[in-house]
């Protein structure tokens, strides 16, 4: 079983539409958890973290459930900007391997005018 | 520039020959990553390390890999007698992580794409 499991999509919405991805974890000790942000043949940059009680910044919005040991990322009003692949990341054990993270494959969106 | 640099960006190899990937990481960064990424898949996490050591060298695949870093600052990472499935694109990150510190914050390089044919 993989430390991180993504719906590798692709998501094809229109402009303006909605979308959400999830993720989810195999660790219930993890405690740190990020989304990445992929363009084509480029680097990962980070999107945002992921807080306990859920978190906005502008048009996207992360959430948290432990219980179900998931992570999930919305995008509302999509724009052509948003086509990328967003990765999720999770740290794993942060009493010995500090710093480390779990990526997931991650889930490619496509967004058509 | 101020961001993570590695070279060479690109690199084509024939089967056997040893490669050598330079990451020279954001000045003041403790914390420096290497992954691989193979086309269609996620990051795979090969070693991390803090200033010079090396605390967690679990992800590297074979002996034929190695990883040094000197002076808290530039890291090399070694592939000998490649074989074909070591084409990847490697991406060098750091971080200010430290210990007991976490910001989750991962400046990537743009990568080293190594083709073994």
């Known amino acids: 079983r993989k430390e991180v499991e993504q719906d590798p999509g692709p998501f094809n919405v229109p402009e303006g539409a909605t979308v959400a991805f999830n993720c989810t974890y195999s660790n219930s000790a993890s405690q740190s958890f990020f989304w990445y942000r992929q363009d084509c043949r480029k680097e990962p940059k980070l999107l945002m973290s992921v807080y306990s009680s859920g978190n906005e910044d502008g048009r996207f919005t992360a959430q948290l459930n432990r219980a179900s040991q998931y992570i999930s990322l919305l995008i509302r009003d999509s724009k052509l900007s948003d086509s990328a692949t967003y990765l999720c990341a999770v740290d794993y054990d942060r009493g010995s391997t500090l710093g480390r993270l779990y990526f997931g494959r991650g889930t490619q969106l496509t967004v058509w005018p | 520039g101020a961001g993570v640099s590695q070279s060479p960006s690109n690199k084509v190899t024939e089967k056997g020959k040893d490669v050598e990937l330079r990451c020279d990481p954001i000045s003041g960064h403790t914390a420096l990553y290497w992954y691989r990424q193979s086309l269609g898949q996620g990051l795979e996490f090969l070693i991390y390390f803090q200033g010079n050591s090396a605390p967690d060298k679990s992800g590297l695949p074979s002996d034929r890999f190695s990883a040094e870093r000197t002076g808290g600052s530039v890291s090399t990472l070694t592939i000998q007698r490649t074989q074909q499935e070591d084409s990847a694109v490697y991406l060098c990150?750091?971080?200010?992580?430290?210990?007991?510190?976490?910001?989750?914050?991962?400046?990537f390089g743009e990568g080293s794409r190594l083709t073994v044919l």
């Open positions: 990150a750091s971080s200010l992580a430290g210990r007991g510190e976490n910001t989750g914050e991962l400046f």
